[in-house]
């Protein structure tokens, strides 16, 4: 048990934070959902529409598929520009309100669509609920959290993902059998409704609150979310980092914040074209190239599944302790190593037996690389890397390469195999995963334990010396 700054011994945490961050975290459970879902109902929904024109056009079907497909992924890229400036002005928590209705209405209009056209309708509002909440999630829960602990609680948004695409996994299982894909989509109404409620509950970010001119607000969401010792301390920190102006999207190109652009921008687009997508969107098909027959690659799925949650697990448990530059460089040298040996095995003639299950070996951990590193390590440093004014902002403007990257290697994986093989396909992702190791290396700064004020100090300090002086100098802060 540790001391605190008083020097009394005692519980240096008030609970009441995770009640908050976990319920939060329900942003990223609709992000897994809508990710796991789809290719699940899609084998039905093939059944229930003739798909052979949309609206008015006619098209092959597997176009209209893709369509349906990436629909959501258009949604969320829209959501996403929009919810970083939106989260600047309405706030963080209203946000995470209307992203919840969003979601709710485009599942519900999936549910129910009569036609086609309808379906992809639903799918792109369905998208924008995702892209407001890929963004807003991980800003509320950093923006909230204590310094010690913010690592955990932001990457729970990340274990929620993971345990959302787990999740739309069994449940397409579970109504595979009588095909209705209508509740396989319409169910992520559910996690909306429960967040909606949830948060009416739950206070807005005190920095969001400061920088709005509603310092006594931002006192009293810290004295619900921190013990009393650290109350004060922390809103001095706030007050002499945060400007209550409101920032533009060109402050993320002035001089001492474009490097964290890069750093972001960077991290989004390799968290992508590291191939991730292929195995949550393709994994059964690349699974049955190995030898698998229907049945056991859809249940090796879901033990993929399983490895992405446990490793998550493990992440939210190390982050804080080991830091976010361990992980991530750990996680990116396994994905090219288990990259690299995919490659081989696909290269080496009858994929079989001991060779099949070294594919799916190597699918795996390469899985659990990404879960202990790039999966977590992305949405965390990005909500941490930007100054207050413009983070919201920034983190659209990032998150939108980010959910491109994903619609580009989900559009062109199948293609890639056609054209250069699965070997080339997975040493090109290795290769990728090589490259994002050293931009890692060379680029990311560590931010473990530190407050966000003394992060943007940090920033200011780099770009313009010492002298950036009546700034707080970047100390470890007591928690
Ligand atoms: C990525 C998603 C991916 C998921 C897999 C997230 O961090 O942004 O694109 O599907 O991890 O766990």
Not at 246 to 274: C, H, K, N, Y
Not at 424 to 445: D, E, H, I, K, N
Not at 449 to 454: I, P, Y
Request: with cysteine; charged share 15%; aromatic share 10%.
């Amino acid at each position: 048990m540790s001391m605190t700054r008083t020097g009394t011994t005692g519980n240096d945490r008030n609970s009441f934070i995770y009640v908050v961050a976990a319920l939060a975290a329900l942003n990223g459970l609709l992000f897994g959902f809508d990710t796991g879902v789809i290719s699940g109902a899609m084998l039905y929904i093939r059944n229930t529409f003739e798909l052979a024109t949309v609206f008015g056009y006619s098209m092959n079907a597997s176009l209209i598929e893709g369509i349906i497909v990436s629909g959501a992924m258009i949604g969320a890229i829209i959501g996403a520009a929009l919810g970083g400036r939106l989260a600047d002005r309405l706030g963080r928590r209203r946000l995470i309100l209307v992203g919840a209705v969003v979601f709710f209405v485009g599942s519900l209009i999936m549910a129910i669509a009569p036609t086609v056209e309808i379906l992809i309708v639903g799918r792109i509002v369905d998208g924008i609920g995702v892209g407001f909440a890929s963004v807003v999630g991980p800003l509320y829960i950093s923006e909230i959290s204590p310094p010690k602990i913010r690592g955990s609680l932001v990457s729970l948004n990340q274990l929620t993902i993971t345990s959302g695409i787990l999740i739309a996994y069994l449940v397409n299982f579970a109504f595979s059998a009588s095909g209705e894909w209508r509740w396989m989509l319409g169910l992520g109404m559910v996690p909306a409704a429960v967040l909606f409620v949830g948060m009416l509950f739950m206070p807005e970010s005190p920095r969001w609150l400061y920088e709005h001119g509603r310092e006594s607000d931002a006192r009293e969401v810290l004295a619900r979310t921190r013990v009393e010792t650290q109350v004060e301390d922390e809103l001095c920190e706030i007050k002499e980092t945060i400007h209550t102006e409101s920032g533009t999207l060109r402050d993320l190109f002035e001089p001492w914040v474009r490097p964290m652009l890069i750093v972001g921008v960077g991290l989004a687009a390799f968290q992508q074209v590291t191939g991730i997508n292929t195995v949550m969107y393709y994994a059964p098909t690349i699974l049955e190239s190995t030898g698998f027959a229907d049945t056991a690659s859809i249940l090796a799925t879901v033990g993929i599944g399983v490895v992405n949650v446990v490793m998550t697990v493990v992440a939210v448990l190390l982050i804080d302790r080991t830091g976010r530059r361990p992980l991530l460089l750990l996680g990116l040298g396994g994905m090219s190593v288990m990259l690299a040996v995919l490659g081989i095995a696909f290269y080496l003639p009858g994929l079989s037996g001991a060779i099949g299950w070294i594919a799916t070996g190597s699918l795996m951990l390469y899985v659990a690389f990404f879960a202990i590193g790039l999966g977590p390590g992305f949405w965390l440093l990005i909500s941490e890397i930007y100054p207050t004014e413009i983070r919201g902002t920034a983190m659209g403007v990032v998150t939108v390469v980010n959910w491109a990257g994903n619609l580009l290697v989900s559009l062109t994986f199948l293609r890639l195999i056609d054209v250069v093989g699965q070997t080339g396909t997975f040493w090109l992702y290795g290769a990728l995963s090589v490259l994002a190791l050293l931009f890692c290396y060379r680029l990311v700064p560590e931010t473990k334990g530190r407050s966000l004020e003394a992060i943007e100090a940090d920033l200011r300090e780099t770009a313009f010396g010492a002298e950036a002086g009546e700034r707080p100098q970047a100390t470890e802060t007591d928690d």
